[in-house]
């Protein structure tokens, strides 16, 4: 390692910073994008996130030969628990499933509220 780890947690073992979870993701198909005339789709997603609270953005691109063309952006803000969505983009739709786990002692659906176990 480069140097020490961060400190995620007091000696309770309490998180020191609220918005703190684990995001899972999982893209599972584009549908109905346009592909050009000689070339059929070649789809990729890039997915910019930080941490809880903040947006979650995804950017379909289509690859081609001399260019790649953007499908569409999605823009959304993550809350706790499980959901399967599906985003309109301007060429065609993206549909994926996040699920939210909290830290320890944090509540809200953003994880933004603390909580001591009682």
């Known amino acids: 390692l480069a140097g020490p780890l961060?400190?995620?947690a007091d000696?309770?073992?309490?998180?020191?910073?609220?918005?703190?979870?684990h995001l899972r993701l999982e893209?599972?198909?584009?549908a109905g994008?346009?592909?050009h005339t000689f070339t059929k789709t070649?789809?990729?997603?890039?997915i910019f996130y930080n941490e809880l609270g903040q947006a979650l953005r995804f950017e379909v691109w289509d690859r081609d030969v001399l260019y790649n063309d953007m499908a569409g952006v999605?823009?959304?803000f993550p809350e706790r628990g499980t959901h399967?969505?599906?985003c309109q983009l301007k060429k065609g739709v993206l549909y994926f499933t996040y699920t939210i786990k909290?830290?320890?002692h944090l509540t809200g659906y953003r994880c933004e509220q603390y909580t001591p176990s009682t």
């Open 6 to 8: 961060p400190l995620l």
């Open 27 to 30: 893209i599972h198909r584009a």
């Open 84 to 86: 399967s969505l599906s």
């Open 42 to 46: 070649d789809a990729y997603v890039k």
């Open 74 to 76: 999605c823009v959304g």
């Open 11 to 21: 000696h309770n073992c309490c998180p020191l910073r609220a918005g703190r979870g």
């Open 33 to 35: 994008l346009r592909a």
């Open 102 to 104: 909290r830290d320890t």
